[in-house]
Each structure stands twice: as C-alpha cells, then as structure tokens.
C-alpha cells in the first residue's frame, strides 16, 4: 500500500499545502477573525507573560505569540491551518488508494464544508491539535515511514501532545492500552513492543518538556495544578459530591464545603459569585482540602461504584455529542478583550465586528452540524461493515483496517478522559470527529476502487 502511494507524493509541493491551509481556515476568514472562547484571554496572558496559569499548559500560549508575529492573531490560524495541512498530507499518503493535488485539496474542501475541522482550526484554542496528536499516534503505530517521516511525525506529535493537558492522559492510556493488548496473539502479529515503547518515550517527552517549560517560565516544577478543581466540580456534576458530603460532614469531617453543601450552585467551576471554590480563597487556597476529600472519596466502594457508573455513562454520551457550542460574546469590559487591546491594539476594530462578536446568525453553523452529523453515523456504518463483512476485509488493506480502528478507539478514550477529569461540552469531542469520518471515507474509497478494479 505505501509504495503504491509514495509514487505520486512528489506532487504536493507547499503550495498545494498552503491552499489547503487556506481551505481549513475557511471560518475563520467568513467570520473576519478568529474564533475565540474565554480561555483565549488567558493563553494571550500566559504567552506574553511567560509565566503559566493553573488550568492549561504554557505551551499554547507561546505557540499563539509567537505565530502571530506579534502583529496579527489571524496568522495563529493561519499556522493552524498550515500543520492541519501537513498532518492531511502525510494522513492521505500513508492511507489513501491514490494521492493526487486534486484529491488533497478535494479532502480540505470536504473536511470544510462537512465537518468541524475548519470550525477549530479557526478557533483561538488548542482544540485544534488534538486530532493533529490522535492521528500522529495512529501514524507511529501502523505506517511505515522513513527516517525522515518518522522524525518530522514525531516532532508534530510531541508538540500537539504539549499543548493540553488530556493529551498528555490520552498519550499515556494509549500506551497502557497497547502494552495491556500485547497478552493477545492477534495484536502481537502487527503491533511491536518498538512501536508501544517510541508511544511511550513520546509521552515521557511531552509530560517532561511540560515540566521544563513551567520551570523556566513559572520557577517550579508543576503540572495540571487545576485538576482537584475539576475533578471535584465533576463529582457535583453527577451528584457525588453532595452524596459524600451529606454523610461526611455530620460526621465530624470540618471541610469548608460543609457549610454550602446545601447551597452548592448548578456551575460549581465557573460561578465566581455563588461558589464556595471562589468563596473560600480560589483554586489554590482549596487545593489540599480538596484532594483531601477526593481521596476520601476514593476509600468508600459506594462512591467509587458509582464513579465508575457515571463514568461510563459519560463516556457513551461525550462520544455522541459534538454539535458546536453557542459562541461566546466579548464585551469591552471582558478579559480577552483587554488581552487584545494590549497585545494587538491594531485589531479591536477587527475583533468587535466580527460576527461572533455581533451578527452571529449569520454564520450558518446548524447546517454544518447536520452535515457532520449524517457522515458520523455513516462512519459509524462503514466501521460495521469493516468489522462484519469478508467483501469490505478484502477490499480494505489489513494496515488501514488497524489504523482506522485505532481512531475509534481514540475516540472513545478521548470521551472517557473528557468526561472522567473535566466534563461533558460538545467541543471536547467535536474536536475530533473529522478524523475518523476522513478515515471512514478512505475505507469507502477502498472499497470502491475494489469494486472498479478488473475482474480475473
């Protein structure tokens, strides 16, 4: 399959990239600037200040100071679109029957206008690299690659793994997973323990080049200091919390939460006014007592039975929710607005009359949703057939069989480790679901080419 291919990669020169750089960015030039979201404001702050917040990796911030030039926020899109691209590139020429200019730029078209690809590469967050990071890691464990390939898919999975934390847990759960897969013969017969430990080495890396980078920009060694935030406001979610609360405190146990435990509201992570986390110091005054009740929590088999429940209810309901989300407003007294006033002065112009920031109804995101939607369930279809029927076994080279599966398999870690550490928004898996369609749409591609071939 890869010879087949590798002859007619010479004909996708950058220019080809950077048009479909372009295409990917679609939404972002139809709105008439980035997309953006209310941790935006804080990745601004933490690249120009160097120093790293408490909820999100340094890395993103840097990556979107530094692509901007300092000058412009549209470039970041730009540069999203271009790693998209190249991602798309070596995606198409690992797994595709036939690679030409037409087909690459066809695909960029496709992934635009049917799915949410452009949507996130157009957005001011790391949401965009995380299929960058999932397909990467489909790409080290089933394509056969050369030196170079190998170096340079490498590179971008370890800089897409950097900048969010869940990759970091999806990188080591992969791992796990496919150390744990090892026991059975058939993983043995097309997985090697060379392929699990350069997954590995990739995680060690990104949780260590993590750890440096907040060493040099912060002074200490740290990482994910939100996650008793999270994981608490999660357990309230699914109603744990309040569960081990109403038994704890009458108990004897003094934690401050005790004293809300009948008031707690709807939004415990982001309610700055009615949250006993903002009422009783913030994320880090409530760290330790916070971890205290997690591993409380962790010791009583009731709750732990139930965690496990919830979680996998979460699970199955993130996997299937991926519509995109109602598109937040920035106003002149809003933190990313002052973000972009200091930092990129020459844009608030461009930045207040956007249509996010004003005409919303004109951006026709409900047809995209129905769009990606109908070629989901359609991939969901062709992921039966892949499975069940011998036509679709031999039509399918055995190697994009594996690779397509590990994507499903990345999807549904992706939903577990979203909803198991921070929580259930549409985002977390629409991120990601134009992978496995793409992936879906080469196995029909597969077939067809099957189907058209000359009979003996």
Known sequence: MTNQLNSSNNKLHWPWILAAALILGYWCWFNGYPFFFPDTGAYIKGGFSGVPGSSRPLTYGLFLRHTSLKDSLMWVVFAQGILT?????????????????????????????????????????????????????????????????????????????????????????????????????????????????????????????????????????????????????????????????????????????CHYRDSLPENLLWDTKTSPIYLTGGWDATKDEYNAILKDIAK???????????????????????????????????????????YYPNEVQAFQFSHQNGLQELLPLNGLNQRQLFFFFLSLLVAVLMASSEKWKLAVPVEFRRAFFLVLILLVINAMVSSIFSTIVPRYQGRVVWLFILSAGLAAAWRLKHELAPKE
């Not at 919830?310 to 607005?337: A, R």
């Open 85 to 257: 691209a190249i991602f798309l590139r070596q995606w198409l020429r690992q797994y595709s029957p036939k690679l030409s200019p037409a087909i690459f730029i066809g695909s960029a078209i496709f992934l635009t206008y049917c799915t949410h690809a452009s949507y996130y590469v157009s957005f001011l967050l790391a949401d965009c690299f995380t299929p960058i990071f999932y397909g990467c890691i489909v790409l080290l464990l089933t394509a056969k690659m050369d030196h170079w390939q190998l170096v340079g898919i490498g590179l971008l999975a370890w800089l897409s793994m950097m900048m969010h934390y869940s990759h970091l847990m999806v990188g080591l759960a992969m791992a796990v997973l496919m150390a744990l897969g090892m026991i059975l013969p058939l993983v043995r017969t097309w997985m090697s323990w060379k392929r699990i430990g350069l997954i590995c080495l990739l995680t060690a890396a990104g949780w260590g080049g993590i750890l440096v980078m907040h060493r040099i920009g912060g002074g200490k060694w740290t990482m994910m200091q939100a996650s008793h935030v999270y994981s608490i406001s999660r357990l309230h979610e699914v109603g744990i919390l309040k569960q081990y609360l109403d038994k704890a405190c009458p108990a004897g146990k003094n934690w401050s939460l």
């Open 300 to 342: 009583q088999p009731k709750l732990v039975k139930r965690m496990v429940i919830e979680s996998l209810n979460g699970t199955v309901k993130q996997f299937f929710f991926f519509t995109t989300e109602k598109l937040f407003y920035n106003g002149k007294g809003e933190m990313l607005y002052r973000q972009v006033h200091k």
